[in-house]
């Protein structure tokens, strides 16, 4: 018998071997028949015999079959019911050969083995054993095993074809337990992976659970669970559904869900809380005087907790208003959204009051208490508009050193508040627009010219640059302006500036008129102890004598140019001083000093009347006091310094007289 290069290509050395072995025994018996078994064989690389040697050198094999669970003969593999690779060795003689190391290898698409290297031992019948499973349930088609061992320097190898049939998995025995649980509690779902009715346990399947309670936050369950036995399970966890979920169970390897029914007793409320009032300061206006930065309604906001401090969902709130009639309530009841959170609204009415509206929850009464309710803060009802009688201007700084100085933009000169109210006495809403005006320098920022309040209050900057010199009621202001009695026209004083600062309902308007100094930086005229002739401030003033056992003192009011008090801070010393030493000077700084007349301040800068300036009061003693032989002249300077250190010096003398 003769073989093509073709088919010996197809085929390995070991069965070309064995086909020469078989033809020739069949040639020497005239034939041969038989029928093929589920399974294969093989054997090592050898060399034919000639012609005149009809002998053949026996080989090694391996030969490969398959069983079924049942220990039947099968080659047909699914995921229901996986196959054992037998791999049995045999040397040479035919017999058995223990302890060989052996491979199994097959398309890893279609199966899997069970130890993962693929490799087993032979026992003491030269077998070696290996499950096989299906790669995926979806698996299919037909594969070969391929066997192989080494014995001695030699490779044998055998091998085995099989089919593999997708494997068609169910989901049953879907339980709940216990189908019924309390708010929070917890139950445990499980089901079955069947196959051909029967658990499958060949390998894990994933298993999805799903519920209405669980994709609305008010559940956990996990989302996937793996088999175990053939069984998934989870445990549920009610987080406030309170009520039937449908439980769904599906697997990508089954084609059909289940699903089940869970009962959840709905949550216990504990408790109503207020939560917030808009507007924030909870004031709300009269009806009709409503406006920017002004309501007429409150919004009420409440929440329902239950016994495990959570939000209620879907629970009916019914609302009140205490005293009754006061206000206009919008919603008498509602139900709480899924935040546990309801709104009720309120509108004012014609008059001012103040009131509260209760939240209360319906139907929760037990033992002899009533039903759980809770009540809102105390909401206040004005008339939210501005009175002239409690409009309040002031500022921080009235005397500033701005004759000669500009105070630049950073850094005011000084600062003007203003404060408003109603005719209750409550701060006006946020957001009431108050504008000011001035004569001299500049108010306000770039922004605005004035300011908005809040809390019922606002601040403005000053600063000192031209115009400094005061025109006639120049600007036209409110304050200087109009019929009202309250309006007077401004202060043409050199070195007093006007301010006017007013705000409007869209009736009426209200102002406030203020006055500050811009104040000169050098000493001018200067009266000893009460003079109203001024001191010759170029030459040497010559003070009365006194005893050197006694104190000097004397005062001096300081003016500027325009017999306007000196800039707020600034510093009065007595310096250079000889034969006598600086007891104290009071004050010893120039104090903040508002327009004023001879009786009192004047802050609109109406009535000013004669000299402004500060006085200070100086006190100097002897050197050597009572024991002085002879007299002696003192001398020293008052030295005045202003904030921006602009110096004037005063010069001074007086005699010590001994007795």
């Known amino acids: 018998m003769h073989h093509t290069e073709e088919r010996a290509a197809r085929f390995p050395v070991g069965r070309l071997t064995m086909i020469a072995l078989v033809a020739a025994s069949l040639a020497a018996c005239g034939g041969g028949g038989g029928s093929p078994g589920v399974g294969g064989s093989g054997g090592s690389g050898g060399t034919p015999t000639s012609p005149s040697n009809p002998s053949t050198p026996a080989t090694a094999a391996v030969t490969v079959a398959f069983t079924n669970p049942a220990g039947q003969a099968s080659n047909t593999l699914s995921g229901a019911t996986p196959l054992t690779v037998r791999a049995t060795v045999l040397d040479p003689a035919g017999k058995p050969v223990p302890n060989t190391l052996v491979t199994f290898a097959t398309d890893a698409d279609l199966a899997v083995f069970s130890a993962t290297s693929g490799t087993a031992l032979t026992d003491a019948n030269g077998v070696a054993s290996m499950t096989m499973r299906t790669a995926s349930l979806a698996a299919?088609?037909?594969?070969?095993?391929?066997?192989?061992?080494?014995?001695?320097?030699?490779?044998?190898?055998?091998?085995?074809?099989?089919?593999v049939g997708a494997t068609a998995l169910a989901l049953g025995n879907l339980v709940v337990n216990p189908t019924s649980i309390t708010a929070y509690a917890t139950a445990e779902i499980s089901v079955d992976v069947l196959a051909g009715g029967a658990k499958y346990t060949a390998q894990p399947v994933n298993v999805n659970f799903s519920s209405a309670c669980v994709a609305t936050g008010k559940a956990?369950?996990?989302?996937?669970?793996?088999?175990?036995?053939?069984?998934?399970?989870v445990t549920y966890r009610d987080q406030g559904c309170g009520n039937n979920d449908a439980i769904t169970v599906s697997s990508d390897a089954a084609t059909t869900p289940l699903s089940s029914s869970l009962a959840i007793a709905p949550p216990t409320p504990a408790s109503v809380q207020f939560v917030s009032a808009l507007p924030a300061g909870q004031s709300i206006v009269i009806r009709g005087q409503g406006g920017v930065g002004r309501s007429e309604t409150a919004t009420l906001r409440y929440k329902v907790i239950d016994t495990f401090d959570r939000p209620l969902a879907g629970r009916q709130v019914s609302f009140s208003v205490q005293p009754a009639g006061v206000v206009t309530l919008n919603k008498a009841s509602d139900s709480t959204d899924q935040n546990g959170e309801v709104v009720t609204t309120v509108n004012s009415r014609d008059m001012p009051t103040s009131f509260r509206v209760v939240a209360t929850l319906p139907g929760t009464a037990s033992n002899g208490n009533p039903d759980i309710a809770t009540p809102s803060d105390t909401i206040v009802v004005s008339t939210g508009l501005t009175t002239q009688r409690a409009l309040s201007l002031s500022v921080t700084t009235p005397n500033i050193e701005g004759w000669n100085y500009d105070s630049g933009t950073t850094t005011p000169a000084t600062i003007f508040n203003i404060l408003l109210a109603d005719q209750f006495g409550n701060p006006v809403a946020d957001g009431t627009p108050v504008v000011f005006q001035t004569n001299m320098g500049a108010i306000g920022s770039s922004a605005r010219g004035g300011c908005v309040t809040e809390n019922g209050g606002c601040s403005v900057n000053f600063r000192t640059q031209n115009p400094r010199s005061p025109l006639p009621n120049t600007p036209v202001t409110p304050c200087n302006t109009g019929s009202d009695p309250r309006v007077s026209n401004d202060s043409t004083r050199p070195g007093v500036a006007t301010i006017c600062a007013s705000t409007t309902d869209g009736i009426t308007t209200q102002f406030q008129k203020g006055a500050i100094f811009f104040s000169d930086s050098a000493v001018r005229y200067v009266h000893l102890n009460g003079s109203s002739t001024p001191l010759n401030i170029g030459a040497t003033t010559t003070l009365s004598s006194v005893r050197a056992a006694d104190a000097k003192t004397f005062s001096l009011q300081l003016n500027d140019l325009n017999n306007n008090p000196l800039p707020a801070g600034t510093t009065v010393q007595m310096t250079s001083l000889n034969n006598a030493s600086a007891v104290d000077v009071m004050p010893a700084e120039v104090p903040k000093i508002f327009p004023h007349s001879s009786t009192g301040d004047d802050p609109t800068g109406n009535q000013i009347v004669g000299r402004q300036g500060s006085s200070h009061v100086f006190t100097l003693k002897s050197v050597t006091g009572a024991a002085c032989t002879a007299a002696a002249k003192a001398t020293f300077n008052v030295t005045v310094t202003t904030p921006n250190r602009f110096v004037t010096v005063i010069p001074f003398e007086f005699t010590f007289t001994c007795p």
């Open 220 to 233: 956990t369950m996990a989302a996937v669970a793996t088999t175990v036995q053939g069984t998934a399970r």
């Open 140 to 163: 299919s088609g037909a594969g070969k095993v391929t066997v192989s061992a080494t014995l001695g320097d030699a490779t044998v190898s055998g091998s085995a074809n099989y089919s």
